[in-house]
């Protein structure tokens, strides 16, 4: 359900702007999701990824406004470039 | 003592490891995957494309010349630390056979300005924007200043998103522009898929320390994100986007 996986991306970008998630996410990432009542079950896979993540990687992405709001919204094969 | 054996192998005939590091470089890359396909669409289906493209180009060329200067910096400094870091010492072979495949592309793409009338003096003067400038001197901070690893990931972003022949020819139509004029793009079409294979069994064989993953994904987001900056750059060069 697009749906679902969009609010659930929305909660988890904007917990990710709180230091205090992050650090959490790095320690127990299941009890900082259930924390801040985010669902994993729609994104998995964006869960994974941010788990291989670093701290200095995890703030990165943090830092840049819409980075993860975006993310799923574009379908892979747009992106082309020389 | 290191086996005779062992040292004639060469960083690409090492085995992958079972999970490997360019899997997670990739999903990692992925991240910022999204932002960058809304601004190539910007930019690509954007509806005064014949007079954006030349700006498109501009803008890639001002990247595209940093690649083998960059490829040179990173091997020299790879090659200064290759006796104590073997990272270090697989990054310098793979740059040092890279340098070859990317040499003259800037010069293919200044041809393809011509071939739509941008003189090549033109395309030189033009001031390159503060993003290109951070996009590419960024590398040369992690190269010069942290471990030359790090261009790795910047290559990984770059040429893991090939032009396809669908893409060219609609551009082509659209833009009304020759074959000429879209050679370079074709060419990177062609050769990145290979390129993109090679790298990733590159990583995949350096005995990279969580630090060197480090800034091979920070290098690889910031990227996706430059880039991405400086697609939107060229789509705002014209109203109508």
């Known amino acids: 359900m697009p749906g679902a996986k969009d609010a659930e991306v929305a909660k988890l970008a904007a917990a990710l702007a709180d230091q205090q998630f992050r650090d959490a996410f790095m320690s127990d990432y299941s009890k900082a999701l259930t924390d801040r009542n985010i669902d994993p079950g729609p994104i998995r896979e964006l869960i994974d990824t941010l788990r291989d993540t670093s701290k200095n990687q995890l703030d990165y992405l943090a830092s840049v406004r819409d980075v993860l709001t975006k993310h799923g919204h574009s379908d892979r094969v747009k992106a082309e470039m020389v | ?241």
């Open chain 2, 1 to 241: 003592m290191v086996p005779e054996s062992s040292q004639q192998i060469g960083i690409l005939d090492r085995s992958r490891p079972a999970r490997p590091v360019s899997a997670r470089l990739r999903r990692k890359i992925d991240l910022v995957t999204s932002g960058f396909a809304e601004a190539c669409a910007r930019v690509f289906l954007h509806p005064r494309i014949r007079e954006l493209w030349p700006e498109y180009l501009v803008t890639q060329h001002a990247i595209i010349r940093t690649t083998v200067p960059l490829m040179e910096a990173g091997r020299d400094r790879a090659r200064a630390l290759a006796a104590a870091d073997p990272v270090a010492a697989g990054v310098e072979e793979y740059l040092d056979r890279h340098i070859v495949e990317e040499t003259n592309h800037d010069e293919w793409l200044l041809n393809d300005l011509e071939a739509i009338g941008v003189s090549r003096d033109r395309a030189l003067a033009r001031v390159p924007s503060p993003t290109v400038a951070a996009l590419t001197g960024s590398q040369y901070y992690w190269v010069l200043h942290y471990h030359p690893v790090g261009l790795l990931g910047y290559f990984a972003f770059m040429e893991g998103f090939p032009p396809q022949p669908e893409l060219i020819e609609g551009l082509k139509e659209r833009t009304g522009y020759p074959e000429e004029a879209f050679r370079t793009f074709r060419l990177h079409g062609e050769l990145d898929p290979g390129h993109k294979e090679e790298l990733d069994r590159t990583i995949d064989a350096l005995p990279l320390t969580s630090e060197h993953e480090d800034v091979l994904g920070l290098s690889a987001m910031s990227t996706g994100v430059l880039v991405t900056s400086s697609l939107e750059e060229v789509a705002g060069a014209i109203a109508g986007s």
